[in-house]
């Protein structure tokens, strides 16, 4: 992975787990932060606060609203992410190994 979110945004990604098979990443922010661009893998991710967020791709925008608790499946994809809401955003991303579908539209997928 070419633009590692670790490395590109290491003040609000952190390596929570790591195997063979996924890694576990824990995100947050503030309200108003712009993350730089960066790539997920194949990845479920779990909501641990509600948020509202911009997403930005080669191919557009997306703003998606996600409340607490919710899990989703996201296709590998790049992107770029602006908390555009009044709450902090709390997830964790449980990203697959090996598994690349391709670049996908921008934003979760129920």
Known sequence: MKLDPVITNPDNYKVVFENDQVRVLEYTDKPG??????????????????????????????????????TVWLAAQKHAG?????????????ELKGSQSGESEIGPRV
Do not use: C, Q, W
Not at 55 to 63: C, F, P, V
């Open 33 to 70: 932060h712009l993350t730089t661009p960066h790539e997920h893998p194949d990845s479920v991710m779990y909501t641990l606060s509600s948020f509202r967020r911009r997403l930005i791709s080669d191919t557009g925008e997306a703003e998606v609203e996600i409340k607490a608790g919710t």
């Open 82 to 94: 602006e908390n555009i809401g009044n709450t902090d955003t709390h997830v964790i991303f449980v």
